[in-house]
């Protein structure tokens, strides 16, 4: 862009509408330069002005015209068709994009050179130190995943560190920067922030030290009494209502609003948390809490519902907050739960009660984990029949509200997988030893400090059993689906794999389903200095999940023979036939018990509290069903039904194709 100096002419317009500078030289401007754009505004420092020839609406509907009145400006550079206005204090080393729209605002400072809240090392999990993940404007879930919890591994880290630095050192700059169509309006103090094309600041309270990665299609919106220090807010994020995040990170899509509050926290994609607390958290994508009564505390979690009154302490009142703990993707936490850490609780589980026994299910998913009388109860695997399982299982993917094309942190939303089968395999043989152990006559069983009545055993294996059967059979026939079958050779070339990773243990990295193997992989290359920048980690990550289907087939293949009792080179068509009929059994049979679990929010019971004013029965049940519906209408319902007529036509349709 092109700017000249002013000439006599225009500084004598500009001193007659009450403006005024230590030094008019140092006012550079470009042409058209309109002098009335310009009212009772003071310039210092070295200034350049954009062009004001538009017009803004302010509120949508108040046309104002572009320009500068009632502000201090010092060493600023101002695009085209800025609006500012009634600025309390002053702006100062600040860029500021064409579009820009700053009013009734206190300060906006760059106080030196500064990295935005890249760099900052969020205390997180353990809050006396140890696992700090540095934030930065890259992070995804899976680098924080690894930074913070392969601390075994030093010169991973400090391979990993090294490649944060340099690009924390990229973003540095002594000057600040507002982005392009920006809105910052009834603001307190902006210092040290950088804040991308689109955002929207309205009504914060003090925003110190911090990047707002807003794009134009996904906005970043930080709205009333909001305070952030030592913070990055990511594509799509909304921090709002009081909220207040301190060395905290909140990713793409994530939400924190109604007072909510958090310190030493990282909340990636798509979480949302209102009125309560965060201290110290690794929020995995989609973790959720809404209530006021709600302490999260240095717990790992991704993919939670925290209840009403969850809490958790992270000290015993001896050494200090040190202990930390690890909740599995899925789970749930009932109104009014605590669990003391250090504990572990298995992917998919329901934790009710108070747990102080320092329990470790890990290798029990799906499980309800219940306090009676003051003991914890076990109930492994009862979670896989369960309605709200399966209703979360269908809307997380429906709940994706990233719309940038850069989505960072890699969601496998599968509820069956590699990750969870193979835990339910080793659940069904940790049942079987403890069964073994107590005898089989036994009525209760004991697993580290939790009781397990034996029909709860007995059904948990069948449970996962059931489970078993339908991923195995679900892959097998996902793998033959539209192939042609004239012979057995036709099925062992079609069910060959066709990536050569897969095998082993799988981990959940925070989101990103993956073999262990691939990690280490990726962990030793880090350390072996292969990477130039984050980025080529990123797209490590990215390959990882794009190879997902292909690397769980190797892994199911790996795995055939020990469930089914044979390779799936060697299989024949009249295995596939019998696979296939035990997958439809297993699917029409956890359908059933859904279908069952779901006509429990339609008894009598839950009837109750309807109708509070009618006579009868029938009047009663008449107000249920116009506020909840009917049974067999039910949306949910109808799914399921459903789900069942197209898996046996997926099943119908593979056997008819089969050769006699």
């Known amino acids: 862009m092109s700017y000249r100096h002013l000439n006599s002419s225009e500084i004598a317009a500009l001193e007659a509408n009450g403006c005024s500078s230590t030094d008019w030289q140092r006012v550079m401007v470009t042409d058209p330069f309109s002098p009335e754009r310009y009212r009772r505004s003071h310039f210092s420092g070295d200034v350049k002005l954009g062009a004001a020839t538009g017009t803004i609406l302010r509120d949508g509907k108040i046309p104002m015209p572009a320009g500068v009145y009632n502000a201090v400006v010092h060493n600023c550079t101002i695009g085209d068709n800025v609006f500012i206005n009634r600025i309390g204090n002053y702006i ?81 700059s002594d000057r600040g920067e507002i982005s392009h169509d920006v809105t910052i309006i009834n603001t307190g103090t902006i210092k040290d922030v950088y804040a991308g094309p689109y955002a929207t600041i309205e009504g914060a309270t003090k925003l110190e030290n911090g990047s707002v990665m807003s794009e134009q299609a996904d906005p970043v919106y930080v709205g009333p009494n909001v305070i952030g220090q030592d913070f990055i807010f990511m ?43 965060a201290a110290a958290i690794f929020a995995g994508p989609y973790t959720v809490t809404m209530h006021k009564s709600s302490l999260l505390i240095a717990g790992m979690f991704s993919f939670l519902n925290a209840g009403s009154g969850s809490n958790q302490s992270n000290h015993m009142y ?53 306090e009676r009388s ?28 990233r719309h940038t094309s850069d989505k960072l942190d890699h969601v496998n939303f599968n509820l069956l997988s590699p990750y969870t089968v193979s835990k339910m395999i080793t659940g069904i043989n940790l049942l079987d030893e403890i069964e073994a152990t107590s005898g089989e006559t036994s009525e209760v069983y004991s697993y580290q400090g939790l009781q397990m009545k034996a029909s709860a055993l007995r059904k948990g294996r069948m449970y996962y059993g059931l489970a078993i059967d339908k991923f195995m059979g679900n892959s097998v026939l996902k793998r033959l689906e539209g192939k042609t079958i004239t012979c057995d050779d036709d099925i062992r070339r079609h069910l060959c794999p066709t ?124 107000d249920f069903e116009q506020v909840r519906g009917d049974f067999e209408r039910d949306p949910f319902v109808k799914m399921v039904l459903d789900h069942i007529r197209n898996k046996t036509a997926l099943h119908d349709d593979l056997i008819s194709r089969l050769p006699c």
């Open 92 to 172: 100062a080393d600040y860029n500021i994009g064409d579009n820009v729209v700053i009013e009734n605002t206190g300060t906006i400072n760059c106080s030196g050179s500064t990295t935005f809240g890249n760099g900052v090392e969020v205390a997180v999990l353990n809050e006396t130190g140890g696992r700090e993940v540095p934030i930065f404007d890259r992070l995804s879930a899976h680098v924080a995943y690894i930074s913070a919890m392969y601390r075994h591994n030093k010169d991973l880290v400090s391979s990993l560190r090294a490649l944060i630095d340099k690009y924390v050192e990229s973003r540095r």
């Open 235 to 277: 594509a799509g994020a909304k921090v709002d209502s009081g909220a207040v995040a301190v060395h905290s990170f909140v990713g793409q899509a994530s939400s924190l609003s109604r007072l909510f509050s958090a310190h030493d926290s990282l909340f990636f994609a798509n979480c949302a948390c209102e009125n309560g607390e």
């Open 318 to 370: 001896k050494l200090g907050p040190i202990h930390q703990g690890v909740v599995d993707r899925g789970s749930k936490t009932t109104s009014d739960s605590y669990i003391l850490w250090p504990a572990h609780i298995g992917a998919f589980s329901l934790v009710m009660g108070r747990h102080v026994s320092h329990a470790d299910t890990s290798r029990l998913p799906f499980s309800y984990l219940i």
């Open 374 to 401: 003051g003991e914890a109860h076990l109930v492994p695997g009862v979670n896989l029949k369960s309605v709200g399982t399966i209703r979360d299982a269908m809307k997380w993917p429906k709940r994706d509200k």
């Open 499 to 622: 990536h050569e990773s897969g095998r082993g243990e799988w981990i959940d990295l925070a989101g990103l389903i993956a073999p262990r193997d691939e990690i280490r992989r990726l962990c030793t290359d880090i350390a072996q200095g292969q990477f130039k920048d984050i980025e080529e980690v990123n797209e490590r990550l990215a390959t990882l999940s794009r190879d997902y289907y292909d690397m769980e087939w190797t892994w199911v293949a790996e795995n055939f023979r020990y469930w089914w009792g044979k390779d799936v080179y060697e299989l024949t068509v009249k295995d596939v036939r019998e696979i296939a009929d035990k997958w439809c059994d297993s699917v029409v049979r956890l359908d059933k018990m859904l279908y069952e679990d779901a006509k429990k929010e339609f008894s009598s019971v839950a009837r109750t509290g309807f109708g509070v004013d009618a006579t009868s029965e029938r009047s009663r049940r008449g």
